[in-house]
């Protein structure tokens, strides 16, 4: 039962987040942020994970605040869920191609946050999504997830394409990672911990 429940409440935002690293690829999203939310799905379609998210942020101000704190809380959801790893993968990679877009993310189920983050987009906005917030996201992501997580975009002409394969690719990356190997004992590392 690899599942987890985050409430995260803060003067900026309230967010809920439930995961199901088991599941069967349904999201089921709320955040106020429509290309968000459009991003959570994919993550979770092609990460073959139940995700469900609700949030409410001042986006009188902007989104900011928002996509951060759910990139924040999907962390801690994951890192509860994914328990004291045994028995996992640990490593997980994906390309991901969308029309003229391709995008590579690999990550390690490290125990320590890193992000190294290679995507330029084409343009600032993604209708009306600041594209800067992707980074956010998964910076929020990571250091609470405790990964290391390597996001390139390789090529691509239309931001949306650009975002869209990182998504994809972030999802396969994660399915891939947390799969387990009937032939790893205990956790992959020869420290013995993760």
Do not use: C, W
Request: charged fraction near 25%; hydrophobic fraction near 40%.
């Amino acid at each position: 039962m690899r599942k987890a429940e985050v409430i995260r409440q803060t003067n900026e935002t309230a967010v809920t987040v439930r995961l199901d690293l088991d599941g069967t690829g349904a999201a089921r999203t709320a955040t106020g942020v429509p290309f968000l939310d459009h991003m959570l799905e994919q993550l979770a379609r092609h990460g073959l994970f139940d995700v469900e998210v609700k949030a409410e942020g001042d986006l009188h101000v902007d989104a900011h605040h928002t996509v951060e704190d759910v990139g924040i809380t999907l962390g801690q959801a994951f890192t509860r869920a994914v328990g004291d790893k045994k028995g996992v993968r640990r490593y997980g990679h994906a390309y991901v191609p969308l029309d003229e877009a391709l995008s590579r993310v690999v990550v390690d189920l490290s125990g320590r946050p890193g992000l190294d983050y290679h995507i330029s987009f084409t343009r600032a906005r993604i209708g009306e999504f600041d594209a800067d917030l992707v980074r956010e996201f998964f910076q929020g992501f990571v250091s609470h997830a405790q990964v290391t997580l390597h996001v390139d975009n390789l090529k691509g002409m239309n931001a949306h394409h650009q975002a869209e394969t990182v998504f994809k690719a972030f999802g396969r990356a994660l399915r891939m990672a947390v799969e387990t190997d009937p032939r790893v004992e205990g956790v992959p590392s020869t420290k013995g911990t993760l």
